[in-house]
């Protein structure tokens, strides 16, 4: 996320956009030491309101994805083989809060707080005709730190760099699994695994205030990385107009 920053002068600004990431990111962890599936490529976007006083500002933004893609399994069992042919159909939705204080007009520290939900259904075909439906919940929250740094490209240019970088904790607790055979419920389980994990992120770019007007946009890159988790990585766009 990119905050507008500018001169911080005590006064009341309030911002309102759009912000999106394309990305490949993995599928929930809840058991540590175990890798993570990726999902195929998605857009992460959604709208975030800033209100700024001086040199503090409080950031709101949700954001939200819809992933499906299909695939395909075999397994040597003991006594017969079997596979399945299936989709995958993934809701994820994130809400962030952002509190930055601005050291000077070009740094600013911020802290974040990350609460995001998934919503995983997955049906299967086996070779059979079966047909066999999973529905799972993925809950969790994360808290980080990091600073932000922006460079006009020049005095009075409308062009800037953004950089920011940081690390957040993010807790991921799995939900209640459904499970039906051929219409028929077969399986319940009440999840309770859950894994803690430290990632870090660096999101870069370049940045406009369209001139005579109120509005700018940001495009740049941004990655995540962690122990158990695969490196997420893509490009972001941004456009926000402050009041």
Do not use: C
Not at 126 to 134: A, K, S
Not at 136 to 151: C, I, N
Not at 170 to 183: D, H, P, S, Y
Request: net charge neutral; hydrophobic share 40%.
């Amino acid at each position: 996320l990119v905050v507008p920053m500018g001169k911080t002068q005590a006064q009341f600004r309030a911002t309102i956009g759009a912000k999106s990431w394309y990305t490949t990111w993995s599928l929930p962890l809840v058991t540590p030491g175990v890798e993570s599936s990726n999902l195929t490529p998605a857009l992460l976007a959604g709208p975030y309101l800033s209100l700024r006083y001086g040199k503090v500002a409080a950031t709101v933004v949700y954001s939200t994805a819809v992933v499906t893609y299909t695939g395909s399994e075999h397994s040597d069992g003991m006594f017969f083989d079997y596979a399945f042919d299936g989709n995958v159909h993934l809701d994820r939705q994130d809400v962030n809060v952002f509190l930055n204080y601005s050291v000077t007009a070009e740094i600013s520290l911020f802290a974040n707080v990350k609460l995001l939900q998934y919503s995983l259904r997955e049906a299967r075909t086996t070779i059979y005709g079966n047909r066999i439906f999973y529905d799972q919940k993925f809950s969790g929250t994360g808290f980080g730190l990091g600073a932000q740094f922006t460079t006009a490209f020049g005095s009075g240019s409308p062009l800037y760099s953004f950089m920011s970088t940081g690390v957040f904790t993010n807790t991921i607790k799995a939900g209640e699994v459904t499970a039906t055979f051929n219409g028929i419920p077969v399986a319940v389980d009440q999840g309770s695994d859950s894994n803690t994990e430290l990632l870090y992120f660096l999101d870069a770019g370049l940045g406009m205030r369209i001139p005579e007007t109120k509005l700018g946009v940001t495009f740049g890159l941004r990655v995540e990385n962690g122990v158990d988790t695969k490196t997420a990585i893509g490009p972001t766009a941004n456009v926000f107009y402050t009041f």
